[in-house]
């Protein structure tokens, strides 16, 4: 598959995202307007630093409002055609994406339009130039794919194809089967960029929310499939307006955007797999299709099995230990050789990390979860260009294959164990006496905050690398902002991450007021609770208006609410179960989470999370 970008994906002048693209690995891009039209460079500098850095100058776009006009407006919308046509010429470029009509069209007649673009096509020629035609969704006229080919067919004309957008056309909800049908010939381009569903209207929608695939909620890799049938063997190119994008790390938005590619050739040869008629047919070893695009493929990996662990950081452990501690976590020893403890509460294991810089407060730094294999996890996570982290091991060590998440949280493949144990921990605490815990626990789910620039990167992260599944995102109320929480996991929920987006407020706060948190689950929090009590720990105090408000809620029985209150424990029910648990106090950025989960209750809580922001912001600013 031969990979493209819009320059207007990216933040930077023309030279800055030319270059980010070379480092990142694309065969080509498309040349947005407005970035050469602001260029110092003149189109011969653009062509020499294009073929220096080995990109290929696949479209030039776009070119506006051209069709279904008055006899006068298509004559200056031919002048300025011939004055783009004589640019390419000198920047060495052959294709031009020239959309339909959204402001100038007074004329809806397909026969004139036919005539108008023929004309287009024929100067075109003229110029060794291609027009590729697509329906931009908001179209006066002309919004929607199968209208922009039918008048591609009636022109007939060599130099005249389409150009197909994936936003224009999912947005939509156009059905994409009928994409098979079209001559492979005439889709001269095609672009592909996915969204968030979102209810609004569609200009500014495509304007301000297009993501990287992956990033979003269209099914690209259907779309992608049904192109990929049609023959089509061109570009597969992102063009993604994104305000977040635009104003970010220009090398790191281009290495998200090449990994979306990457990851998308995987899941469309995966649904051309599972849609064809051959395996349909039951027949797996008979050959399959080959189609005139080639598509990569990754190494393949199932859903992680489990946490095996999450890693605190701090410069001072002691409010760290005692925490566990209190929690009822036992310290199972240091480590042979390097400065990390071991705390576990049965199969709940936490490393505590002295290696901190100095003053920095307590983080979650690493989490590992267990995989099949390892070095094949870790194989297709670099094929997918996460940046590797390295870990210094002595002999007769474990040695663990690690990953560096968006926001810098280390994650490392482990082997995990049908039994739930895991082998590195006999690396710690030689010589002691290891007193198993009674009670059992395990890492329920880990919760962690996001920088703005990074959360949609962090979405496709968790999903091509780890394979966990994005999970409808929902909005909390706080007292600084809304917080965009994301679930990402596995089909069976052994692995739960939350990725919070912090509010600006407290993003850009000099004190890192954002908070993170592991949640382990017991199989009493009641018992945990009054444990964790007698040990002096210091619960996040729940108002009592809470309580109030559960009751009136729930009708719950006096004796238990009386329970919740005391032990400052929350509660949910749905019709899958009921939730229980309770919060630690924070130290540094770090706090803990304690849940039952009764029946098959599936979520977390989601309507006492308001309560936890707006007690933690309050005991934040007391402070
Ligand atoms: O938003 C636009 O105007 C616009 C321009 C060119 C494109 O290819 C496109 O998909 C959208
Ligand atoms: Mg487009």
Redesign the pocket.
């Given at each position: 598959m031969r990979t493209g970008i819009?320059t207007?994906c990216l933040s930077g002048t023309l030279k800055e995202k030319m270059q980010a693209c070379a480092i990142a690995g694309f065969d080509g891009i498309?040349i947005?307007e407005q970035d050469l039209v602001t260029s110092p460079h003149i189109p011969e500098e653009v062509r020499t630093m294009a073929a220096d850095l080995g990109l290929g100058l696949d479209l030039y776009?776009?070119f506006?409002d051209f069709d279904g006009v008055t006899p006068d407006l298509l004559k200056a919308n031919l002048r300025r055609a011939e004055a783009k046509f004589k640019l390419m010429s000198r920047l060495g470029m052959d294709t031009i994406?020239v959309?339909s009509n959204?402001a100038t069209a007074t004329i809806d007649d397909d026969e004139l339009r036919a005539s108008q673009l023929a004309e287009l096509a024929e100067l075109a020629g003229d110029h060794g130039v291609k027009v590729a035609y697509?329906a931009?969704?908001?179209g006066k006229y002309v919004n929607d794919y199968e209208h922009a080919y039918r008048l591609v067919e009636m022109v007939d004309h060599p130099n005249l194809g389409t150009?197909l957008?994936s936003?224009?056309i999912l947005s939509r909800d156009w059905d994409t089967a009928p994409i098979e049908q079209i001559n492979a010939e005439k889709i001269f381009f095609v672009?592909v960029?996915d969204a968030p569903k979102l209810s609004m209207d569609v200009?500014s929608w495509?304007?301000h929310y297009r993501v990287f695939p992956g990033e979003g909620q269209f099914d690209l890799a259907k779309f992608m499939g049904h192109v990929v049938r049609a023959g089509y063997t061109g570009p597969v190119s992102l063009?993604v307006?994104n305000d977040v994008f635009r104003q970010s790390d220009v090398e790191r938005t281009a290495v998200d955007a090449m990994r979306s590619l990457i990851w998308l050739e995987e899941q469309s040869a995966k649904w051309l797999a599972s849609t064809s008629s051959e395996t349909a047919a039951g027949n797996g070893s008979a050959s399959r299709r080959r189609y005139p695009m080639e598509l990569a493929t990754l190494p393949k990996v199932n859903e992680p099995a489990g946490f095996n662990f999450a890693e605190v950081k701090a410069d001072d452990t002691a409010q760290l230990e005692k925490l566990l501690g209190q929690l009822g976590f036992e310290f199972e020893g240091r480590h042979r050789t390097k400065d990390v403890q071991l705390w576990t509460m049965g199969q709940a294991r936490v490393i505590i990390n002295e290696q901190a810089a100095s003053h920095s407060e307590p983080a979650i730094a690493a989490l590992g979860f267990d995989v099949d294999s390892p070095v094949i996890a870790s194989a297709r996570a670099q094929q997918l260009k996460a940046p590797v982290v390295a870990r210094k091991v002595q002999a007769d060590e474990e040695v663990f294959q690690g990953i560096s998440a968006p926001d810098s949280t280390e994650i490392f493949l482990c082997q995990g164990s049908p039994d739930g144990t895991a082998a590195w921990t006999h690396e710690f605490g030689e010589g002691l006496e290891h007193v198993s815990s009674a009670q059992n626990a395990v890492i329920d789910h880990v919760n962690l905050a996001q920088p703005w620039q990074h959360f949609d990167e962090a979405v496709l992260f968790y999903t091509s690398a780890l394979a966990l599944e994005p999970q409808p995102f929902a909005e909390v109320p706080s007292p600084s902002g809304l917080v965009r929480s994301q679930v990402m996991e596995t089909t069976d929920g052994a692995v739960r991450l939350v990725l919070n987006l912090a509010p600006a407020q407290q993003a850009q706060s000099a004190r890192k007021t954002y908070q993170e948190h592991i949640a382990f689950a017991v199989g009493d929090l009641v018992a945990t609770a009054r444990s964790a009590r007698d040990r002096g720990l210091e619960f996040l105090q729940i108002p009592a208006n809470y309580y109030e408000d559960l009751d009136a809620r729930f009708d719950l029985e006096p004796g238990f609410l009386a329970t919740l209150k005391e032990l400052n424990l929350l509660y949910d029910r749905d019709a899958n179960g009921e939730f229980l648990h309770f919060y630690t106090a924070t130290v540094g950025s770090v706090f803990f989470e304690m849940v039952e989960r009764r029946g098959n209750y599936d979520g977390y809580g989601a309507p006492n999370a308001p309560v936890r922001h707006a007690v933690q912001y309050d005991s934040l600013h007391r402070a």
């Amino acid at each position: 598959m031969r990979t493209g970008i819009a320059t207007v994906c990216l933040s930077g002048t023309l030279k800055e995202k030319m270059q980010a693209c070379a480092i990142a690995g694309f065969d080509g891009i498309e040349i947005f307007e407005q970035d050469l039209v602001t260029s110092p460079h003149i189109p011969e500098e653009v062509r020499t630093m294009a073929a220096d850095l080995g990109l290929g100058l696949d479209l030039y776009q776009p070119f506006r409002d051209f069709d279904g006009v008055t006899p006068d407006l298509l004559k200056a919308n031919l002048r300025r055609a011939e004055a783009k046509f004589k640019l390419m010429s000198r920047l060495g470029m052959d294709t031009i994406l020239v959309c339909s009509n959204v402001a100038t069209a007074t004329i809806d007649d397909d026969e004139l339009r036919a005539s108008q673009l023929a004309e287009l096509a024929e100067l075109a020629g003229d110029h060794g130039v291609k027009v590729a035609y697509e329906a931009l969704a908001w179209g006066k006229y002309v919004n929607d794919y199968e209208h922009a080919y039918r008048l591609v067919e009636m022109v007939d004309h060599p130099n005249l194809g389409t150009c197909l957008d994936s936003f224009h056309i999912l947005s939509r909800d156009w059905d994409t089967a009928p994409i098979e049908q079209i001559n492979a010939e005439k889709i001269f381009f095609v672009q592909v960029a996915d969204a968030p569903k979102l209810s609004m209207d569609v200009l500014s929608w495509s304007r301000h929310y297009r993501v990287f695939p992956g990033e979003g909620q269209f099914d690209l890799a259907k779309f992608m499939g049904h192109v990929v049938r049609a023959g089509y063997t061109g570009p597969v190119s992102l063009e993604v307006f994104n305000d977040v994008f635009r104003q970010s790390d220009v090398e790191r938005t281009a290495v998200d955007a090449m990994r979306s590619l990457i990851w998308l050739e995987e899941q469309s040869a995966k649904w051309l797999a599972s849609t064809s008629s051959e395996t349909a047919a039951g027949n797996g070893s008979a050959s399959r299709r080959r189609y005139p695009m080639e598509l990569a493929t990754l190494p393949k990996v199932n859903e992680p099995a489990g946490f095996n662990f999450a890693e605190v950081k701090a410069d001072d452990t002691a409010q760290l230990e005692k925490l566990l501690g209190q929690l009822g976590f036992e310290f199972e020893g240091r480590h042979r050789t390097k400065d990390v403890q071991l705390w576990t509460m049965g199969q709940a294991r936490v490393i505590i990390n002295e290696q901190a810089a100095s003053h920095s407060e307590p983080a979650i730094a690493a989490l590992g979860f267990d995989v099949d294999s390892p070095v094949i996890a870790s194989a297709r996570a670099q094929q997918l260009k996460a940046p590797v982290v390295a870990r210094k091991v002595q002999a007769d060590e474990e040695v663990f294959q690690g990953i560096s998440a968006p926001d810098s949280t280390e994650i490392f493949l482990c082997q995990g164990s049908p039994d739930g144990t895991a082998a590195w921990t006999h690396e710690f605490g030689e010589g002691l006496e290891h007193v198993s815990s009674a009670q059992n626990a395990v890492i329920d789910h880990v919760n962690l905050a996001q920088p703005w620039q990074h959360f949609d990167e962090a979405v496709l992260f968790y999903t091509s690398a780890l394979a966990l599944e994005p999970q409808p995102f929902a909005e909390v109320p706080s007292p600084s902002g809304l917080v965009r929480s994301q679930v990402m996991e596995t089909t069976d929920g052994a692995v739960r991450l939350v990725l919070n987006l912090a509010p600006a407020q407290q993003a850009q706060s000099a004190r890192k007021t954002y908070q993170e948190h592991i949640a382990f689950a017991v199989g009493d929090l009641v018992a945990t609770a009054r444990s964790a009590r007698d040990r002096g720990l210091e619960f996040l105090q729940i108002p009592a208006n809470y309580y109030e408000d559960l009751d009136a809620r729930f009708d719950l029985e006096p004796g238990f609410l009386a329970t919740l209150k005391e032990l400052n424990l929350l509660y949910d029910r749905d019709a899958n179960g009921e939730f229980l648990h309770f919060y630690t106090a924070t130290v540094g950025s770090v706090f803990f989470e304690m849940v039952e989960r009764r029946g098959n209750y599936d979520g977390y809580g989601a309507p006492n999370a308001p309560v936890r922001h707006a007690v933690q912001y309050d005991s934040l600013h007391r402070a």
